[in-house]
């Protein structure tokens, strides 16, 4: 491991400050959490759960993918009642936070990471298109008269025609800018944080449009109403919107419900994004996702007990950490730091931020979810995983994140028994292993899939000291699935002085030419 680098990570940090900053409110405006929980959240992550066994070069923060069910809990437990639903939500991360702290003591924090990549991207996917679906009205400042997701796509033409043309010119120059901006040809240009460009032109251009007072304008006959309404609202004192979880409703059934979907879906994003940083850790230094995820637990119960949202590992801030030259979790910390004094010395800026600008950021992080990449990504490794991925996304769409995952998943088994897995192998693999000196032979029998492959990374996570090659052999596994190989290939690129190798895998057929596509035992020719 490198040693830190003080300097490098203060300067990562405040990087990562000026990303965070417009993201955690726009992720808190859309979650129906007032636009300071977001930033409590990143400080108590970057200030608290850096110290307590954060991962090298993660960010902690509120992320994208969890505003589709923060909202949906404000709504459900409040019923129509904005602040009696947001106590009641702080009352279900307290719950969820407890419980991922007691996942980490057991060391279930592997087990999300074994989740079919597939299934998990549907669901981001299905995220994506949530997000777009809600915040393209906003974008546009128009509000529109569906709830559903899919409705709303549907309205989207309607929003357009009857846009309001001041609020549209922020929201389109917000966006221009994110795409824009990583594409041009200057170095300078890839290294400049684009949601803060896109917010230093946001205000300017709300100023231009006298946001602050209320007033009409004419604009190719039609009249258009614009006012504060189309800014960020903030408390004149910060302090005084830090609100307090509200317990009474906690074993309702709405509660359950949430706290469940808050765990699951927090805990399997966040060690997700932790395995997806070490792939991207220049030093290639492995993170304790058990660790991790207590960290984020801690973080998460900290956060709601002051008002804040959910917390965790989240990716597109710690890519730009690791780009920015970070080489210690101390710059999760400066990050946090520098928001915490952005909001005691800065806060009457925050309320200059227009809502649509902080729409275009979400439309943009939703298209990146949803990006057609990821139906391409999903067909390439083998129809069956675009299959997955459709479904999921489809299922989540039609009906809520919970169902989504629950269905893929299923389906995911029920293709395992039809190519022959057992009930039995699909919660245990069966393993032989013997020793030549300082290599390993590991043969794995029957089936190699996302339910069992636990029992070969834990073994693989034991390995005597003195063994630097590891040989394992499919040959009499009759499927290979590919969150196995994946798995596998992420290990492998981990370790150091040490090597993996396949074997048995010719014996079967891919369903695509993919490396990492899944594989079926080849049937004997018939004499």
Not at 64 to 91: F, H, K, P
Not at 244 to 265: C, E, G, N, R, W
Not at 438 to 455: D, G, P, Q, S, Y
Request: aromatic content about 6%.
């Amino acid at each position: 491991m490198p040693p830190p680098n003080l300097r490098a990570d203060m300067t990562a940090g405040f990087l990562v400050f000026l990303i965070a900053l417009p993201l955690c409110l726009g992720i808190s405006m859309a979650s129906g959490f007032p636009p300071i929980a977001g930033i409590t959240t990143a400080i108590v992550g970057g200030l608290i759960s850096t110290f307590v066994g954060s991962a090298r070069l993660t960010i902690k923060g509120p992320a994208a993918g969890l505003i589709v069910i923060v909202l949906g809990a404000v709504t459900e437990l409040g019923q129509g009642d904005a602040l009696t639903g947001y106590r009641r939500t702080l009352a279900v991360g307290v719950a969820a936070a407890v419980i991922q702290i007691l996942l980490s003591l057991a060391r279930a924090g592997t087990i999300g990471s074994l989740m079919p990549p597939s299934v998990v991207h549907g669901m981001l996917a299905a995220i994506g298109v949530i997000i777009v679906s809600k915040q393209a009205h906003t974008l546009m400042g128009v509000s529109p008269t569906s709830k559903g997701p899919l409705p709303l796509l549907a309205e989207i033409p309607r929003s357009v025609a009857h846009a309001n043309p001041e609020i549209l010119v922020i929201g389109v120059c917000t966006l221009v800018v994110l795409f824009g901006l990583p594409l041009l040809p200057w170095r300078w240009a890839k290294k400049v944080p684009a949601q803060m460009v896109a917010l230093v032109l946001a205000i300017p251009l709300g100023l231009c449009f006298d946001l602050d007072h209320q007033h009409t304008f004419s604009f190719q006959g039609h009249e258009y109403s614009v006012g504060p309404q189309y800014l960020i609202h903030l408390p004149g004192n910060l302090l005084r919107s830090l609100a307090f979880p509200d317990f009474s409703h906690l074993l309702d059934a709405i509660s359950l419900k949430y706290i469940l979907m808050f765990t699951l879906v927090g805990s399997i994003e966040s060690v997700l994004s932790v395995s997806a940083v070490d792939a991207l850790d220049p030093a290639k230094c492995a993170s304790d996702l058990d660790k991790d995820l207590r960290a984020v637990g801690i973080g998460n119960a900290i956060a709601a007990l002051l008002g804040g949202l959910p917390m965790i590992s989240e990716i597109v801030r710690s890519k730009a950490n690791i780009d920015s030259g970070a080489t210690s979790r101390r710059a999760n910390f400066f990050h946090g730091l520098f928001l915490l004094g952005f909001v005691v010395l800065l806060p009457g800026m925050l309320h200059r931020v227009p809502l649509a600008a902080l729409a275009g950021m979400l439309v943009y992080t939703g298209t990146r979810l949803a990006s057609p990449a990821e139906f391409k990504r999903a067909y390439r490794i083998g129809p069956e995983q675009l299959f997955l991925f459709m479904l999921t996304l489809l299922v989540t769409l039609a009906t809520d994140l919970l169902v989504g995952v629950a269905v893929g998943l299923v389906c995911k088994l029920a293709l395992h028994v039809k190519d022959g897995v057992s009930l039995r192998d699909l919660v245990r693999m069966e393993m032989r292993e013997r020793r030549h000196g300082e290599a390993l032979h590991i043969e794995v029998e029957n089936a190699a899939v996302f339910t069992n492959v636990l029992t070969l990374k834990r073994r693989l996570d034991r390995l005597e000291s003195d063994i630097v090659r590891v040989v394992i052999d499919f040959s009499r596994a009759r499927v290979v699935g590919h969150t196995v190989l994946e798995k596998l290939h992420r290990i492998a690129d981990e370790w150091e002085g040490r090597e993996l190798v396949l074997q048995g895998l010719e014996e079967h057929v891919p369903s695509s030419d993919h490396e990492l596509a899944a594989r079926k035992k080849r049937r004997p020719a018939l004499a």
